[in-house]
């Protein structure tokens, strides 16, 4: 083959790694039953298709062909390893993988099952909160242990460890790869849209660090959202869709180039996506049409009214209060009550608003939520009270990591007449 | 796969789940061939704990966790994955009052010393 071709075979494998190989990896854990084998297959088949590849050329399917080269490359290794095996009474993995394992199926649907079981699997309720949104980035996302780290502040060490953690307990408790049967789902899926949650928030607004916001983790958190929907056609799941997207239609307009915050209110709204805005409030409208209405489709209606307004002045507040209400009643939260208290303020000014909130303080819950001070400093700066809003933007930037953050507080105590 | 259910109750609720009902979760699970066997235990205060130290015997009164919640009883059972032993443990009747600890067993390994395979990835 002419040295062009062998070139352009070495970039048709590297861009297939990028596009694909989460889901070839998903399926390999589901045909070994292991998190290391399947790593191992992973990168095996890779390594034979760039020997292969440049000498036969691409082959009709390289997906399954991929997979297929991981699962026998995998069965090989494990029988190479039996033969220097001196335990005697282990189980011949091997044998059962070539006699048992369910055959591979080539249809898309099968691998799309495969990455959800993935997700299912590191979400598990048996698996420590914090571990689970650590195993997700890592085995279904694909991101770093050291990317992770950063993302939630955490040593890499720490992360490194929870995830070895939860891979050995899937393995020695037998987790099962699979998407929970019908009873078993609600309980189940719970704990996977609160992590795809978790991830989208941390990319659209990060707890810490010099940007506000990682792209690249909200995508990969759409991109969850999108993949669940498809396979699960709950309300819920469609809410929590919707919500993402609605938030996500903003992102061009949320920051100056400089990384400065703005606010909703003072956005350019000819800059929010309108194709996101669309998709978005399409899917909150089907969620609501179902009969049970959940925490994220509510938070989705919320988000859907602020998109669709032409303007700040224009927004339905009563509309977002009445869904707060709503909120509240299925989620009572010190932090749902504090945006309620907000939308209250913008409907009925600052002096009601301020009484909401000064109730909502002395309940302690919010004392350390950097915005509920923030929003006590905005409602006295703009009742004139300019030396208890000083003391509250103080607050609020003393519990602030994020450097944009901080940097739009700072500007607003500074603005603040003495 | 075997999975040892532990039963774990406060001791104001120690008989909150009566014989009756865990007679019956336990005829139940015998049936559908997933019980291996289990038993409830009398309160902590029964326990004597043994220990071997260099070659000589202790023999002490009582287990020394000053736990809220003491172990009561427990169910070996076969499930085929955790999923089916979180189902069999969500029907034992002290459930509802106390907690179940669900963990799997492993095999003794010959020329493997218990602190490595504790250890073992």
């Given amino acids: 083959m002419p040295s062009a071709d062998i070139a352009r075979v070495r970039a048709e494998i590297d861009a297939l790694y990028r596009r ?29 298709a760039m020997e292969k590849w440049p000498a036969d050329g691409l082959p009709q399917n390289p997906v399954s062909w991929l997979i297929s080269a991981g699962r026998f490359k995998s069965i090989d290794r494990q029988r190479r390893e039996k033969r220097f095996d001196h335990l005697e009474d282990r189980p011949d993995v091997a044998e059962t993988l070539t006699d048992n394992a369910p055959a591979f199926d080539e249809r898309e649907g099968l691998l799309e099952d495969d990455r959800l079981r993935l997700v299912f699997t590191c979400c598990h309720p048996a698996i420590a909160p914090d571990a689970q949104v650590a195993l997700t ?16 502040l955490t040593p890499a060490p720490t992360i490194a460890q929870r995830i070895v953690r939860a891979k050995g307990k899937i393995r020695d408790a037998n987790i099962p790869y699979q998407v929970p049967s019908r009873d078993e789902l609600p309980a189940r899926l719970d704990s996977v849209l609160r992590v795809v949650y978790l991830v989208f928030n941390e990319g659209y607004s990060a707890s810490s660090g010099d940007s506000a916001t990682r792209p690249d983790l909200s995508g990969e958190a759409i991109r969850l959202g999108r993949l669940l929907r498809e396979l699960i056609p709950e309300p819920e799941v469609q809410g929590l869709l919707a919500l993402m997207l609605l938030h996500e239609s903003r992102r061009e307009a949320r920051a100056t180039p400089d990384g400065d915050l703005i606010l909703l209110d003072e956005q350019d709204r000819s800059r929010w996506n309108r194709e996101l805005i669309e998709e978005g409030a399409a899917l909150t409208r089907a969620a609501f049409s179902a009969q049970r209405v959940g925490t994220y489709s509510l938070q989705a209606a919320i988000a859907a009214v602020h998109a669709e307004s032409p303007s700040a002045a224009e927004t339905d507040w009563s509309e977002i209060i009445g869904l707060y209400d709503l909120l509240l009643r299925i989620q009572p939260s010190p932090i749902i009550a504090l945006n309620r208290t907000v939308a209250v303020a913008q409907l009925r000014g600052p002096q009601l608003g301020l009484e909401h909130l000064d109730e909502l303080l002395a309940d302690g819950a919010l004392d350390e939520y950097q915005l509920a001070h923030a929003a006590r400093a905005d409602f006295c700066r703009r009742l004139g009270r300019n030396d208890e809003a000083r003391a509250a933007y103080t607050r609020a930037i003393e519990l602030t990591a994020q450097g944009p953050a901080r940097r739009f507080l700072e500007r607003r105590r500074a603005a603040l007449q003495a | 796969m075997k999975y040892l259910c532990l039963v774990y109750l406060s001791p104001e609720h120690w008989n909150s789940a009566s014989d009756d009902a865990c007679i019956a979760c336990g005829d139940q699970l015998r049936r559908s061939g997933k019980l291996l066997g289990g038993s409830p235990l009398h309160p902590v205060n029964t326990a004597t704990t043994v220990r071997v130290r260099h070659g000589q015997v202790s023999v002490t009164d009582g287990p020394f966790a000053e736990t809220k919640e003491q172990l009561a009883g427990f169910y070996m059972v076969e499930a085929r994955d955790l999923n089916e032993a979180i189902q069999i443990a969500s029907k034992i009747p002290p459930a509802q ?19 490595a395979a504790a250890a073992a990835p």
């Fill in chain 2, 97 to 115: 009052f106390g907690s179940i600890e669900v963990r799997p067993t492993r095999e003794l390994v010959p020329g493997v010393t218990q602190a």
């Fill in chain 1, 137 to 152: 980035l890592r085995e279904v996302c694909g991101l770093a242990t050291e990317e992770i780290a950063a993302a939630f």
């Fill in chain 1, 20 to 48: 694909e190989s989460r889901r070839i990896f998903a399926t390999l854990i589901r045909l070994l039953g292991d998190f290391e084998r399947a790593e191992e297959a992973l990168s095996d088949a890779f390594r034979a």
